[in-house]
């Protein structure tokens, strides 16, 4: 079966850093797009990052470049999202989610097939 599971989310205060997950199971990431989405309340989810595994091409909402950095450990099956210099605004519950092929720029979600439960992120003091 193949799935995606999120981790690493909590409670931050403004500035901190998080580092978030995205287990993959059931297939290998090398030939996978793998794309982050955050949804906050009462508004609909964009998208934050993502990494084509086949080139390893990162690509990032304007709102994230230079504070977040996505990355793909192969032997890990595990793509990350490191997350610096949080704001109040990054607050929502983050998605991974996957796609097999290739992008070469942030892409909608309608093309991402498998999708994980979400990780909550709170950036509060």
């Known amino acids: 079966q193949l799935q995606v599971v999120e981790s690493g989310g909590g409670l931050v205060e403004p500035g901190g850093s998080l580092r978030l997950s995205c287990a993959a199971s059931?297939?290998?990431?090398?030939?996978?797009?793998i794309g982050w989405f955050r949804q906050a309340p009462g508004k609909e989810r964009e998208g934050v990052s993502c990494?084509?595994?086949?080139?390893?091409?990162?690509y990032y909402a304007d709102s994230v470049k230079g504070r977040f950095t996505i990355s793909t450990d192969k032997a890990e099956n595990t793509v990350y999202l490191e997350m610096n210099s949080l704001k109040p605004e990054d607050t929502a519950v983050y998605y991974c989610?996957?796609?097999?092929?290739?992008?070469?720029?942030?892409?909608?979600?309608?093309?991402?097939?498998?999708w994980g439960q979400g990780t909550q992120v709170t950036v509060s003091s």
């Open positions: 059931g297939f290998r990431l090398d030939y996978y797009v």
């Open positions: 990494i084509a595994n086949s080139d390893g091409k990162a």
């Open positions: 989610a996957a796609g097999a092929g290739h992008v070469a720029t942030m892409v909608s979600e309608t093309w991402y097939e498998y």
